[in-house]
């Protein structure tokens, strides 16, 4: 599916999305506090500190993404974006109750095939071997379908060993490594090269 005009996306209610102890919550105020728990948390200072961010870049998400939604921009094609964060439910007695967020853009363009892939996904440290990347992912699939898409692309670092285990237990068909560009956005954070997996729904 190409997106045509930003006008006429429209974003889709999915209703609950819920695998056990997980639930993909829609970013709100009432969500900051245990996000911002799960940042402070020492293993994730110490294994994954390129996730942490403040109160007001929280609160500042929450404005350009009302719900979770982030419209289309042209200027930048940068393509709508569906936003949830990972909870697990309080009767699992969770050691944190947010752990993590993932996304899923809708549409195609160049570099969201190439470079950031329509699923984006992170665990926090202290929640991973759960397979809640894998589980997230599985649940948005149908969201994708109801979108119209038939190919999703997920990416990531060569050396991401849990991130590239994940879309092999998707069953996504690794397709090829290619080289970030010079005057990319990602090879200004110091990333290389980028995985490319398929997942044709």
């Not at 829609?26 to 020492?42: F, S, T, V, Y």
């Not at 930048?76 to 009767?91: A, V």
């Not at 996304?103 to 929640?127: C, K, M, Q, S, W």
Request: aromatic share 8%.
């Amino acid at each position: 599916m190409l997106l045509r005009r930003a006008a006429e996306f429209a974003f889709i209610e999915p209703g609950p999305l819920v695998d056990g102890e997980l639930e993909l919550v829609p970013p709100e105020g009432k969500w900051i506090d245990p996000m911002l728990r799960a940042m402070q948390d020492p293993l994730t200072r110490q294994e994954d500190p390129g996730s942490i961010v403040n109160r007001g870049q929280l609160q500042h998400f929450l404005k350009i993404a009302p719900y979770g939604r982030q419209p289309p921009n042209t200027i930048y094609d940068r393509l709508p974006t569906y936003h949830f964060w990972m909870h697990i439910r309080e009767d699992f007695a969770p050691p944190l109750p947010i752990c993590g967020a993932i996304g899923l853009r809708v549409g195609n363009n160049e570099d969201t095939n190439r470079h950031y892939g329509h699923i984006g996904y992170n665990v926090f440290p202290v929640a991973r071997g759960h397979h809640y990347a894998e589980r997230a992912t599985r649940l948005l699939l149908p969201l994708a379908r109801r979108h119209g898409m038939h190919t999703l692309w997920i990416t990531c670092n060569p050396d991401n060993v849990a991130s590239r285990r994940t879309c092999e237990r998707l069953g996504a068909t690794f397709v090829d490594t290619i080289q970030v560009p010079t005057n990319h956005p990602l090879y200004a954070r110091g990333e290389r090269e980028k995985c490319r997996y398929r997942i044709d729904l």
